[in-house]
């Protein structure tokens, strides 16, 4: 399978699960560039989403007009700016007159800068977490990184909360007992490298039932992780090494750096959701493509129907 087909095949895994559901009311927030508009739209036009667009009007219609992109039949919450807009999208997902925020053109830390306060509404009993689902052509399925967009340095109670976040992601998708490769650069415990004692520690925390759902095994090297010879060769015996469904890196520069990597040079396609919240967020990029708003979309759908049935 070359790496088109790759990409293709993340999309089409996602819609063929989310499509059958049927849409869900997101809330886009200032989606007040042609892209992100762009986004809404099409995803609405293949049924993942009813929007509802939280802008100021006068400027969404200019951008419709200039890229000739039809607004008739969607639902515009007029708002005085980007900020003005978190604030009112959060209120609508409190409200539960959404069930989903996707980010538009403002910048990542005023959406959420809306959703973290204690007095919004939006946190739950568990830490606000980013995950990014990836497929590449070098691996055999699609697997999570987490976190490489929200949570800058975790702390061990907040790495716990990022596998569990993404534990539950991965059963969403289907995954029901996924492997979990907690990475550190190397795959054993060094007191002088912290990110190796919190891979452990989650580990002990595994075997004493304080975080369920899923195998865990770390500290794992990335090559460990993914590679059953680079395991077998370092003498690694373990149920994750070599097939994990799920990588937590130590922090979000790794994260962030690995993600990267392995889209623009590595040919991965990605989709990317923040769990945690009373919602599912989508936290698109300026350089995001259709496909990867399409299927980041298609994922957000899919916590909201898990959400319907087990409220967070």
Known sequence: MNAKTKKDALERMLLARARPLGAIRMAVVHPCDAPSLSAALDARKAGLIDPVLVAPRAKLERIARANRLALKGIAIEDAAHSHDAAARAVA??????????????????????????ADAGMRTARRITHCFLMHTPAYPRPFLITDAAVNIAPTLEEKADIVRNAIALARVIGVQTPRVAILAAVELV???????LDAAALCKMADRGQITGGILDGPLAFDNAVSAEAARIKGIKSDVAGRADVLVVPDLESGNMLAKQLEYLGGASSAGIVMGARVPIVLTSRADNCESRMASCALALLVAHRNRAAPP
């Open 92 to 117: 609508l997902a409190r409200t539960g007159t959404v069930e989903a925020l996707m980010k538009g053109s403002l910048h990542t830390d005023e959406l959420m800068g809306a959703v973290v306060p």
């Open 190 to 196: 060094n007191p002088r490298m912290p990110a190796t």
